[in-house]
């Protein structure tokens, strides 16, 4: 038997691996030319689940623990296992207590032990939280590095096609804002790409600020990722003065090198979300829907693979043995 996935983002990726690992047979379909068009591509690729609870329901942490694991073990030497820091300028310090009254999994750090973690903000900031069984990925290599897997696995997968060369037994739909579900709404979010190479980071850094909390995530050679806007908006626009100047002034609150960064990419997606924020597995008929990751594709997409491979292979096997009676 044969399934469909409509959609190349993280989600219709990490469903084609978990369904071929199962032996089932699998053409996925990206109606782009490339990757870089879906929102996992512009991803900060944080594997944060205690970090994200902060602002998110108790399955995110719950379910996203098991992202750290899924991607050590799928893409081997992608994930650094760095954990995460957390700091606020000194007057926002009441943030850092409220971001530790929200979440667990932390320890405080005082001057002395946050500069021996990033020496590079030694001095700058009078304590931090911890996060140590955190971690990340760069999404980009994790998109093409799973993709090249799924392939390699037997998988089809077909970019700039919209339609299946064979019939299928079940159509997935990964497809993100672009499903025809109703109850989807977009939430804007702009990030930036900078060149810093007289800034040294080992780890995400979440700088905390009463309006816009920004994260600092580092990637090769010089390279951070800075994000990212929360915006209820389906505008696909370019990046905005106002949040291009919020998200230069944080990184430069969070380290004066970034002053003299180079700006090598601007970018907005549109992250798709139901009312609660939380993705949905729906079956209807021979389709299933796996959709609304708002800004969690890295971390939970892992967990509802798996649930949706193991509600598919039943479904498969269940409609071989109608068949054959």
């Keep these: 038997m044969k399934v469909g996935i ?29 990757l870089t068009a879906s929102a996992s591509w512009l991803a900060g ?35 650094s296992h760095n954990g995460t820091l957390v700091v606020a300028a000194p007057r926002d310090t009441g943030e850092l207590s409220r971001f530790a009254s929200r979440t667990s999994g932390f320890a405080w750090l005082d001057a002395d032990a946050l500069g021996a973690l990033e020496p590079d903000l030694a001095g700058r900031f009078a304590k ?37 060369t064979a019939a299928t037994d079940l159509v997935a739909d990964c497809t993100g804002m672009a499903s025809p579900d109703p109850h989807l709404r977009p939430v ?51 990046v905005s003065v106002r949040s291009t100047m919020e998200l230069l002034n944080a990184a430069y609150s969070l380290h004066p090198g970034f002053a003299e960064a180079k700006i090598i990419e601007t970018g907005v997606g549109l992250r798709p979300a139901y009312p609660n924020n939380l993705p949905r597995l729906t079956f209807t008929g021979n389709t299933l829907s796996m959709n609304g990751f708002y800004r969690h594709g890295f971390l939970l997409a892992p967990h509802f693979a798996m649930e949706a491979a193991g509600r598919i292979v039943q479904h498969l096997q269940e409609k071989s043995l109608e068949a054959n009676h």
């Excluded at 690729?45 to 899924?70: K, T």
Aim: one cysteine or more.
């Design 45 to 79: 690729g944080m594997l944060a689940p205690w970090c994200e609870r902060e602002s998110a329901e108790e399955d995110v942490l719950r379910l996203g623990q098991a992202a750290i694991g899924w991607w050590s073990k799928v893409l081997p030497g992608q994930v």
């Design 188 to 238: 804007r979010g702009e990030m930036l790409i900078l060149h810093a190479p007289d800034v040294s980071l080992s780890r995400p850094v979440r700088f905390l600020h009463p309006r816009i909390p920004v994260y600092v995530v580092p990637r090769d050679n010089g390279v951070f990722m800075v994000g990212a806007t929360m915006i209820e908006s389906g505008d696909q626009g370019a």
């Design 128 to 164: 931090g939280l911890h996060f140590a069984g955190e971690a990340h990925l760069d999404p980009r290599q994790a998109l093409r590095a799973l993709r090249a897997k799924v392939s390699e696995s037997g998988a089809k997968v077909r970019l700039e096609a919209q339609h299946f």
């Design 6 to 34: 409509k959609g190349a983002g993280v989600a219709g990726l990490a469903l084609a691996h978990e369904l071929v690992s199962r032996g089932v047979r699998v053409e996925l379909l990206e109606k782009h030319k490339d």
